[in-house]
């Protein structure tokens, strides 16, 4: 039997170190070796379980001979001669009428494009060690019939879980292209007994497997086989393993104006796996940037586990598709565009005493939702007797659907007055209308409404702001309806004033070649750093339709805003916008949570951070007034669910502003707001 050499590689940033230990650190070795054109890797699975990984690289043969934990002289088998399986679409991304790589207003199903199947030509293996990872490389992969993408197959291992990742990693010297990607896994024989989901209503359940493809909509993204032989230990039957097939919980998911459940999973009789529709939400339907020389990833996870039970294992990745509770924080979500008031209230409909959006907010841990009434449907302009009527109705409900544990604030994103869109936030409610004729006054007093100002142009808009301790921010900063935005108004004095916030963060554009999400807002974030300008950026959602059958937490984030009680809606909620407006929060995804951030008179920056992937890096960010400075920290030391402080001595001399960023290995993440040094 011949070893396969073990490429270790070890990374180090002078002058960090640890506090404290990650959870479930676990062995530290991973074990590969070759025997007759087949390659078994194991791996420390947590627990006292080793992960083995048995590859076939005949060409006749299955990848994936056997997938199998093991423990003692247990030996469970998960997976058994099935192949990886990829198809790509391929279609043309309008880099000319809008904006560029950052456009959202694109609709590639509507021009032509070419499925693909990709297939792995085995050849090499290549197995690298990098502290907690160990890495297969496989071969090449390239599109049947021509190879517009070209590249390889990787597998990731991750140690401290029974968990791994499977990638086609794939490039294209086409420019203007865009892409979606279907995988899983298919078996060579009647290897799986059934197959186990989530339903949109959160019940188990498991069918038989059918002849033919079934496209599946599910909760938690997640979809499991449960295997039919068994597993031998001691001689007897122990038990069925299982395997989950689960991707990227935000990543693989390109930007809609929607959160539809479009059956993001499929099964049969010989396969499992995820997949995209096409056609999205039948809108402007963007797909994933692929730009050329770009190392695009479309890969999938797989988590081994025993029987239909390995899908509450895969839940834990996401904390249940909820924000967990952090001590000292409470969790913030804006920009929804669910016009409940215009589609039911101001409709006439049966009001719900409980409504499903607010059911949803609830299950997902959304303490304080900040919303984006009337675009579109209402009054914004007048007449008087509608818009006041609106704004009452708005601030009624929010009022009723608002107790000690959840606080719905009014708001609405105006696109006047200033360029671009935008969004308004007010610590209580106010009447005001988007219009001001010429002999009207700005402010005026109402006998049923009370304050009713009038807005005629930016001016107003400002001291309405002022006045009403208001804030404002860029919805959507440079794409959509916000392209150009607020670059073009950088010098406003709107802009610079304490009443514009400063932007919002969206995953968008998509892009599978990057190892963190939403680049075009936190590159803005570093520009109005370094035009001096103490601006934040929380995260925004910007959806429309909020319902529990819904993929919500896919394109969901949140912010966790440092402070104690919740407001009262009758009291107002100005400590939500201070806390805002200080910076005292960080955005998040979900899974990496940052419970504190310190930077030090002596240039030490430290920070901890708690999470369920493992993590791939952190960013220490600053800047001088007109370069950005980067120092990366590898952290793919770290095993799932733990929990770390760190140090770090960084040169901060001629630097104004320091911030972080966090990411784990399926790009979730969380960033700070900005240190300011001066």
């Not at 599109?143 to 879980?161: K, N, P, Q, S």
């Not at 215009?342 to 959006?357: M, N, T, Y």
């Not at 509608?386 to 009022?399: G, H, I, S, T």
């Not at 995804?589 to 030090?600: N, R, W």
Request: some cysteine.
């Amino acid at each position: 039997m011949k070893k396969i050499f073990i490429y270790l590689a070890t990374f180090s940033v002078a002058g960090f170190f640890y506090l404290g230990v990650a959870a479930q650190r676990g062995a530290q070795t991973a074990v590969a070796q070759t025997k007759a054109a087949q390659t078994t890797v194991d791996w420390p699975a947590g627990k006292g379980t080793v992960g083995r990984l048995v590859l076939g690289m005949k060409a006749d043969e299955a990848l994936f001979r056997r997938v199998e934990m093991v423990k003692n002289a247990s030996v469970r088998t998960c997976l058994r001669d099935a192949d990886p399986v990829f198809m790509l679409r391929v279609g043309t991304r309008d880099l000319v009428s809008q904006n560029g790589w950052n456009i959202f207003f694109d609709k590639v199903p509507l021009k032509p494009y070419k499925n693909y199947t990709v297939k792995l030509v085995k050849g090499g293996v290549k197995v690298m060690r990098r502290r907690a990872r160990t890495i297969v490389r496989i071969g090449v992969m390239e599109t049947v019939d021509t190879a517009v993408f070209r590249g390889w197959l990787e597998i990731t291992l991750y140690h401290g879980a029974p968990l791994f990742n499977v990638a086609a990693v794939l490039h294209t010297e086409r420019d203007s292209t865009a892409i979606l990607y279907d995988a899983g896994l298919v078996s060579r024989e009647a290897g799986w007994d059934s197959v186990s989901y989530y339903t949109t209503d959160e019940v188990r359940h498991s069918v038989t497997l059918p002849d033919s493809v079934v496209p599946q909509a599910v909760k938690y993204r997640a979809i499991a086989a449960v295997a039919g032989n068994g597993a031998l230990e001691n001689g007897a039957l122990a038990g069925n393993g299982a395997l989950a097939v689960f991707p990227a919980p935000h990543q693989y998911f390109y930007p809609l104006d929607e959160a539809f459940n479009l059956k993001f999973v499929w099964y049969s009789r010989n396969g499992i796996g995820i997949r995209q529709d096409p056609e999205g939400d039948h809108r402007y339907v963007p797909w994933f940037n692929a730009p050329p020389g770009t190392l695009q990833r479309c890969g999938f996870f797989c988590l081994m586990g025993t029987g239909a039970g390995v899908l509450d294992s895969v839940r834990k990745y996401t904390h249940d598709d909820a924000y967990v509770r952090l001590p000292g924080y409470r969790t913030y979500a804006s920009h929804f565009h669910n016009e409940f008031i215009s589609k039911v209230v101001l409709a006439g409909k049966p009001i719900p005493e409980d409504p499903s959006f607010k059911q949803v907010f609830r299950r997902m841990g959304v303490d304080m939702v900040h919303l984006a009434e009337f675009h579109g449907p209402g009054h914004p302009r007048g007449p008087d007797s509608l818009r006041l009527r609106e704004l009452r109705a708005l601030f009624e409900q929010c009022r009723r659907l608002s107790d000690t544990a959840f606080l719905l604030m009014p708001g609405e994103e105006p696109n006047e007055f200033f360029g671009g869109h935008w969004l308004a936030f007010f610590p209580k409610p106010v009447y005001w209308v988007m219009s001001r004729k010429p002999g009207e006054e700005f402010e005026t007093k109402d006998p049923v409404y009370g304050n009713v100002y009038r807005v005629g142009d930016t001016t107003d808009m400002l001291r309405l702001l002022e006045k009403e301790s208001g804030l404002a921010w860029t919805a959507h900063p440079r794409t959509k309806g916000s392209t150009g935005y607020p670059d073009r108004y950088r010098d406003a004095g709107f802009f610079r004033s304490d009443r514009w916030l400063g932007a919002a963060w969206k995953a968008l554009p998509a892009d599978l070649s990057q190892p963190r999400l939403g680049l075009r807002v936190l590159d803005l974030l570093d520009n109005m750093n370094n035009w001096g300008l103490h601006k934040q950026v929380s995260a925004e959602a910007d959806i429309f339709t909020i319902e529990p059958e819904n993929e919500m937490y896919a394109h969901m984030n949140v912010n966790y805003l440092r402070m104690g009680r919740l407001p009262a809606f009758d009291t107002g909620w100005r400590a939500v916008l201070d806390t805002l407006r200080k910076g005292k929060f960080f955005s998040t995804t979900g899974e990496v949570l940052i419970p504190s951030f310190e930077v030090g008179r002596d240039s030490q920056v430290r920070f901890s951070l708690q999470w369920t992937f493992p993590l791939q890096f952190a960013e220490i960010i600053s800047g001088d007034g007109t370069k950005v400075y980067r120092q990366r920290i590898d952290l793919d030391d770290t095993e799932p669910f733990g929990s770390r402080e760190w140090r770090v001595q960084v040169d901060l001399r001629g630097r104004k502003w320091v911030r972080i960023e966090v990411w784990d290995v399926a790009a979730n993440g969380a960033f700070t707001q900005t240190y300011w040094r001066d």
